[in-house]
């Protein structure tokens, strides 16, 4: 069964530094994947997405994501985090016959000091 | 274009109580889907409809859930008796096209509590 791994539950980074969360996750085929940001109050919000082609993926608010299918992984990053970004990240690969079932990972909680 | 509203945003039970979760998709989008996160975990799939039919319902957790969508428009997601271990959160996504892989937009969620 497809599954999505974030080993890191809670991250601090200050304000200006970069980032990177971690994201592996365990399918057969070409995955489809997918980063979600959930900030307090408000609903999942995509990010970015890979479904094929280039592996670098560039999102929305400066982050990107690269697909390494060697290592199974798909890492989010952003090189230099802003206050605003504070929130809880989900990664999350695309299973059933579509790939329209959404398998997430535990998420990972990033807090920005100033 | 307005985005995936659910209602309510926070809902207080008892156990063995009724609640019924509601879900409007962004207009003109097939298919809809229920998900829920319950308190320390990840975000579960429960199932999916496409229109008014339910293409996928492998993620329901028992037979006290039920789902409709009647009309292929809103959706309604109700427990029956409701359980302590039915806390958490109940989010609702949409997309447009069905048979095809799409981004999902997402509702804010219903957060569910049962004392």
């Known amino acids: 069964a497809q599954s999505v791994t974030q080993p890191d539950i809670h991250i601090t980074v200050s304000e200006g530094a970069s980032l990177e969360l971690r994201c592996n996750y365990s399918y057969g085929a070409t995955p489809y994947l997918f980063w979600y940001v959930q900030s307090p109050g408000q609903g999942l919000q995509l990010l970015l997405k890979y479904f094929s082609g280039d592996t670098l993926v560039q999102g929305i608010k400066g ?52 | 274009e307005a985005g995936v509203t659910q209602f309510p945003s926070h809902s207080v039970i008892e156990k063995g109580q009724t609640v019924t979760l509601r879900c409007d998709p962004i207009s003109g989008h097939d298919n809809l889907y229920w998900y829920r996160r319950v308190m320390g975990k990840e975000i579960k799939f429960l199932l999916h409809f496409v229109k008014e039919s339910k293409q996928d319902e492998s993620g329901m957790p028992n037979n006290r859930f039920l789902a409709e969508r009647t009309g292929g428009t809103y959706s309604t997601l109700k427990v029956q008796p409701a359980e302590l271990e039915d806390s958490g959160v109940y989010f609702c996504a949409s997309s447009r096209f069905p048979g095809q892989i799409e981004t999902q937009y997402f509702g804010p969620g219903t957060r569910l509590l049962v004392l």
Do not use: M
Not at chain 1, 88 to 111: D, H, M, S, W
């Open chain 1, 63 to 114: 982050f990107e994501a690269e697909f390494k299918r060697s290592q199974s992984s798909f890492n989010l990053r952003k090189p230099s985090v802003h206050w605003s970004d504070a929130a809880e990240y989900f990664c999350a690969v695309g299973a059933g016959e579509y790939g329209n079932k959404l398998v997430f990972g535990a998420g990972t909680i990033l807090r920005v000091k100033s």
